[in-house]
């Protein structure tokens, strides 16, 4: 063991959430560490959207000129296939009161290197790259920190803390050593994520809109200068689809989406192709004693709506809240830390529900070839009464209890 330091409130993980929650107890003034395993935060298909809950808190932060020169897109209307062919609009963003009308579309790392930058800027706050975390300390019965490893030269350190947040997502291996209890709930497939070269002639698409071929399923975001997509087939076909090999991955991307064809030699090997083994589970106890679970880690999403780094950003914003006087009078206990889930739980079981609804209406019937597209009874009440599209714009956009951004972290805008 290399040696021991000492916080007050240990993070690990340097997602959006522990960047965040860093980002805002650094403001606070109480001493924060992040271990963040990787050198940086460059990796591909990583959540990228930002919706207009983060995009209000990155504004009140003071950040919203640089924020808004990052390179990014706007995501438009969630539409779907009727039986006919035609779509029918989901979700009309549209409907929605500017400036947040939109889901934007911005590289993870870059929104993360803005937000890290920002944060070293506290001189109580500490980010440590190459930082794996290992194991949980243990101290008479409670959390006492984490043991780690620095992927730069291999030797392990320990830094103790009054609370430990685990930030570290769905396959968190300090979330597996609390032992928390745990519903998790069945879904119906998983995503192999990829990319496609993008042409001059090609022409931006705001709208969201789902390709559907028998039970399989095809979505196309753009971006800058690609196409990023989505391949969904049910859950288990993995091992099918690789030992197929990547011909036959073309042959089924082109069939799904003709337009492709002239570029999915692009492809060179399945390597390329990146598979998410879709989750969807919750905690339903978020803490132990001085130890948090937030994020990922609390609660796993499926990919629909792309909700899940936002819901994310929301629990770091309601921990710090809630948490802030407790770290400073240096005394965190139990209920405070039951707090953060009890403010929490609310919206996330709100969209658990709403995602379990589109697997069984949506997906589970594509799956199994009994329907493609959106059940009958919803085209018949979004095409009779239009404005209904606005609440799913709505809860995605903003979820139903937006966090507000405590008063000790705001900022005035600067460039």
Not at 113 to 126: G, I, M
Not at 215 to 227: A, N, Q
Not at 316 to 324: K, N, S, T
Request: net charge neutral; hydrophobic share 40%; charged share 25%.
């Amino acid at each position: 063991m290399s040696g021991t330091e000492r916080t007050t409130v240990l993070i690990s993980g340097g997602g959006p959430a522990g960047i965040v929650l860093g980002l805002l107890l650094g403001r606070a003034g109480i001493a924060v560490t992040v271990l963040e395993k990787h050198a940086d935060f460059l990796r591909d298909f990583r959540g990228d959207t930002v919706h207009a809950s983060t995009m209000r808190l990155i504004d009140d932060l003071g950040l919203a000129e640089r924020f808004r020169r990052l390179p990014q897109g706007r995501l438009g209307n969630l539409e779907l296939p009727d039986r006919d062919g035609s779509m029918v609009t989901i979700a009309d963003f549209n409907r929605l009161p500017e400036p947040y009308n939109y889901v934007g579309m911005v590289p993870q790392w870059n929104l993360l290197n803005l937000l890290a930058e920002e944060a070293a800027k506290e001189p109580s706050f500490t980010l440590r790259m190459e930082a794996e975390s290992l194991s949980l300390l243990q101290e008479g019965g409670r959390v006492a920190g984490v043991r780690y490893r620095s992927n730069r030269d291999g030797t392990e350190r320990e830094v103790r803390a009054d609370l430990t947040v685990v930030c570290e997502g769905r396959s968190s291996r300090l979330r597996q050593e609390l032992d928390l209890p745990e519903v998790a709930y069945r879904v119906p497939f998983d995503a192999w994520w990829f990319r496609l070269p993008r042409c001059p002639e090609d022409q931006d698409e705001v709208r969201i809109a789902p390709l559907i071929r028998g039970s399989e399923v095809l979505l196309t975001l753009h971006r800058e200068d690609y196409f990023q997509l989505a391949y969904l087939a049910p859950k288990g076909s993995d091992a099918r689809l690789r030992g197929e090999g990547v011909e036959s991955f073309r042959r089924r991307i082109s069939a799904l989406c003709p337009a492709f064809a002239d570029r999915v030699d692009s492809i060179t090997t399945m390597d390329q192709v990146h598979m998410l083994d879709v989750r969807l589970n919750l905690l339903r106890r978020w803490y132990a004693d001085a130890a948090l679970c937030i994020g990922d880690a609390a609660h796993a999403m499926t990919p629909v709506g792309g909700v899940g780094i936002n819901l994310a950003v929301q629990d770091a914003v309601a921990a710090a809240r809630i948490l802030e006087p407790a770290l400073q009078r240096g005394t965190v206990a139990a209920d405070d830390l039951a707090q953060v889930q009890k403010r929490r739980m609310l919206p996330t079981r709100v969209v658990q529900t709403a995602q379990r609804a589109v697997n069984r209406a949506v997906l589970q019937p594509t799956f199994e070839g009994r329907r493609s597209g959106a059940p009958a009874p919803l085209v018949a009440v979004l095409r009779g009464v239009p404005v209904l599209s606005a609440l799913p714009a709505r809860l995605v956009s903003h979820g139903i209890r937006p966090e507000p951004t405590p008063a000790f972290a705001r900022r005035a805008a600067s460039g």
